[in-house]
């Protein structure tokens, strides 16, 4: 039963911090205003749009999140679903995840990177029912589940048909039809004796060291966001250590307080019994006997045993208050460390 409510906590608090990167509802009130990719059909602005319609859309049409942010931080951040007709999206990468259900992604914040700050999510983010785009983006990261999930994209199919286009457009011109020149007429020049030193750039040519520059502060970029996931993730391990050793501290004082009482009782045992054998008035070993028969219920029992069980129950006592401290230290320490990791 312990294990099991143990689990529960623990669980609950993991799931509680992975939701930090899902939006929960869509609530802003705001209006949707078209742009170059989607475009309005009533009144010059878009229309909500449910989110369970959003893996269901129909051809030509197209979905908006839009993320409304006080720049003050006097009020919550919202979101919502807009839509309309889909614009120009050639300038834009249609981004997938294999395996993960298209309206999970809906509710799922989009991250240009691994291990951004839960806040630090795109802000516009478009769907089609097929695929995700935002703006300048051909990969993204989302969270599902709690585990990131990259999207990956392809060239837009636009952009390759241009370039496909532009090299059709300039055929090859046959050697046969080449222009021949005359050795006589000085307004004509083979292109193997043209003066190529008038095409030099100023530009400095790359070598090693740029390119090794270069890979080294992409290193660099790689393991910051590396380093924002571990913070996190180790940010959650401490929060559900804290609650497990909260709980322990909390079951370590129960048995404290027991064997305070135990002590407690047997205490008050042993000040009647001295109090009755050394009274200098009643001073008698059969009074003491007959207390120690009628209260302890025990006649094989001495006075030393009685105290002996006291000793015992004070150790019992010192024992589960150190265990009680520790845990509730540990409790302390993981919780100020959540918290230090969580703000970073």
């Not at 309309?84 to 999970?104: F, N, R, W």
């Not at 999207?151 to 457009?169: F, I, Q, R, T, W």
């Not at 090693?208 to 910051?224: K, M």
Request: charged share 30%; aromatic share 8%; glycine share 6%.
């Amino acid at each position: 039963m312990k294990r099991s409510l143990l689990m529960v906590l623990c669980l609950s608090v993991v799931s509680a911090f992975a939701s930090i990167y899902d939006i929960d509802e869509f609530t802003a009130k705001d209006a949707g205003v078209p742009d170059d990719y989607i475009v309005a059909e009533f009144g010059g602005e878009l229309k909500v749009a449910p989110a369970d319609e959003v893996s269901s859309l129909q051809s030509g049409r197209l979905v908006v999140r839009q993320k409304f942010e006080d720049p003050f931080g006097e009020s919550e951040t919202s979101y919502q679903l807009y839509q309309g007709g889909k614009g120009d999206l050639s300038s834009m990468t249609p981004m997938t995840a294999e395996g993960v259900d298209y309206s999970k992604l809906v509710n799922a914040k989009l991250y240009t990177r691994r291990g951004a700050a839960a806040d630090k999510d795109v802000e516009k983010v478009y769907f089609d029912g097929k695929a995700v785009y935002a703006p300048g983006l051909s990969t993204a990261v989302v969270y599902i589940d709690g585990k990131a999930v990259e999207l990956k994209g392809e060239a837009p199919a636009a952009a390759e048909e241009e370039e496909e286009e532009s090299v059709a457009a300039a055929p090859a011109v046959p050697s046969s039809q080449a222009e021949e020149c005359d050795e006589y007429d000085p307004d004509c020049e083979d292109d193997d004796d043209e003066d190529y030193s008038k095409y030099k750039t100023s530009a400095p040519v790359e070598d090693d060291r740029d390119y090794a520059a270069s890979a080294a502060a992409s290193d660099v970029g790689d393991r910051f966001g590396i380093a924002d996931e571990v913070r996190f993730w180790t940010a959650v391990g401490l929060s559900a250590l804290a609650v497990t050793a909260a709980v322990v501290g909390i079951m370590q004082h129960s048995k404290a307080n027991e064997a305070k009482d135990a002590y407690d009782n047997l205490s008050g045992l042993n000040s009647q019994i001295l109090s009755a054998c050394h009274d200098p008035g009643e001073a008698n070993p059969a009074k003491c006997e007959e207390i120690m028969a009628s209260q302890v219920r025990q006649e094989a029992w001495t006075l030393r045993d009685l105290q002996r069980r006291m000793e015992e129950d004070k150790k019992t006592q010192d024992s589960y208050t150190s265990a009680r401290n520790i845990w509730f230290g540990v409790s302390a320490a993981a919780i100020a460390g959540a918290v230090v990791l969580f703000v970073w």
